[in-house]
């Protein structure tokens, strides 16, 4: 077996052993942390360091999660096993109430011809769902490291790049994957989308953001919004024993402009923020 490989299957049996609830913190149970100061818990370097997704196998972390519990990896509900009522209440309750939906009704309504539309990370499918009933002028294609359902354009990839048998896009949607991404995976992503969009295309995305008004918010519970930080102050996020970096806002637009992109439109709900992009 592979570092990776091995690396995956130790989180989920130490997530186990541990016996902590999947949507619970999993953080202050690690041998090595830090006491929490101020209500944020440093995580030590080299756990960052070493369970990243750039460490890591992502098909086989996927589909590691997936087997562990298919509703907490899709909508942090461990509860709740059924396809149908995952995959509806992950459309209410993240792609309407986050309001990407609705910005992708209206895109759609200024799109003139039929177009490609690329969905990354589209889990159990709800958004193919919403295309096939509402979007006849969209020919939806999926992108995922580890494939839930079987569809003739559903692509598995490496979790970083758009295949090349993916043909040129005029949409690119994704929600609820890209704050599970390192920093590179998503950059690269970025310069693929730019590269693939048509001038006239958009790309929708949304992930955890950091602001200089959200940072020091605190949940209804008393938490802190953002309460988990490496030894460098970054923030991150966690999923299973996973961690992910937690970007600020500005730092983000840049990387986006950079690559060549205009960001029309950014929302915020929470520490969940939305964009919506363009070439122009
Ligand atoms: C939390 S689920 C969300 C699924 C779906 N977007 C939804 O909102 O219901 C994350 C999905 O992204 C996929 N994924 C994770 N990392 C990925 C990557 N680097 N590239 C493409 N897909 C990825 C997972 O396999 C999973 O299907």
């Known amino acids: 077996m592979n570092r990776s490989k091995k690396l995956g299957t130790n989180l989920i049996t130490r997530y186990k052993e541990n016996d902590v609830s999947y949507r ?21 370097q080299w756990m960052v360091n070493t369970y990243n997704p750039d460490e890591m196998d992502a098909k086989h972390f996927w589909s590691l999660a997936t087997k562990e519990s298919i509703g907490h990896s899709i909508i942090s509900r461990a509860d709740i096993s059924d396809r149908d009522e995952i995959n509806t209440r992950s459309f209410h309750d993240l792609h309407l109430k986050l309001g990407l939906v609705h910005t992708l009704f209206n895109v759609v309504k200024i799109i003139k011809g039929r177009v490609n539309f690329l969905e990354i990370g589209p889990g159990l499918g709800n958004i193919k769902i919403l295309v096939k009933e509402r979007f006849p002028q969209l020919k939806w294609h999926g992108l995922d490291v580890n494939c839930l359902f079987k569809h003739p354009n559903l ?126």
Not at 24 to 44: A, H, R
Not at 171 to 187: G, K
Request: proline letters at 5%; glycine letters at 10%; hydrophobic letters at 35%.
């Open 24 to 44: 619970g913190m999993i953080l202050p149970k690690m041998k090595g942390n830090k006491p929490p100061k101020e209500g944020t818990t440093i995580v030590p």
């Open 155 to 280: 692509y598995r990839g490496d979790g970083r790049t758009i295949p090349d048998k993916i043909p040129e896009l005029g949409i690119v949607y994704s929600i609820n994957v890209f704050q599970h991404l390192s920093v590179a995976q998503r950059v690269s992503y970025y310069n693929d989308i730019y590269d693939k969009l048509n001038p006239d295309g958009v790309f929708l995305f949304g992930m955890f953001v950091v602001n200089e008004t959200n940072e020091n918010e605190m949940t209804p519970e008393g938490k802190r919004l953002f309460g988990v930080k490496d030894e460098n102050g970054n923030y991150l996020t966690h999923f299973f024993s996973q961690f992910t970096e937690i970007e600020w806002y500005g730092d983000i637009i840049e990387t986006l402009e950079e690559i060549g992109f205009i960001v029309v439109d950014t929302k915020y709900n929470n520490n969940y923020c939305t964009f919506l992009c363009g070439k122009y």
